[in-house]
């Protein structure tokens, strides 16, 4: 059983952060599961481009507000309290916060926990993974 607090992750090496977001990683490949759990704060008034080529991703809203747009198509949707969506085509979005945003993400295959996004918004092929 795995049990971890949000304090005990806090300013650990699973504790990343970027210049619109940070994300406190609970559950990470090496925990052996699947899948990982991240809990994400997104920053207010920031944007953010991203694209899981390697990853599925599904995101949890729990608290503030913002929007996604799903730059394949150019639909875009409102996120609030409440929101899930799925990246399940490796959808290459944009996420833009009105409000500080926290997020619950998972990833499949898991993150190792040390991944940072690309020129394009991507984390790298997990090594010895096919991709999705």
């Not at 699973?14 to 699947?34: A, C, P, Q």
Request: aromatic content about 10%; proline content about 4%; hydrophobic content about 30%.
């Amino acid at each position: 059983m795995i049990v971890k607090t949000l304090e005990e992750v806090k300013g650990t090496v699973d504790h990343v952060e970027d210049k619109t977001w940070e994300s406190r990683r609970f559950i990470l490949e090496k925990d052996g599961v699947g899948f990982s759990m991240h809990d994400t704060i997104i920053y207010a008034g920031t944007e953010s481009i991203f694209w899981y080529k390697y990853h599925i991703e599904a995101v949890y809203c729990i608290e503030g507000e913002g929007e996604i747009e799903d730059l394949t198509n150019g639909k875009t949707y409102p996120i609030k309290p409440g929101t899930l969506y799925a990246l399940d085509g490796h959808e290459k979005h944009c996420l833009r916060a009105k409000t500080q945003m926290r997020m619950v993400c998972t990833f499949n295959p898991p993150c190792t926990g040390r991944e940072t996004h690309d020129e394009e918004g991507a984390y790298s092929l997990p090594a010895g993974k096919a991709n999705l």
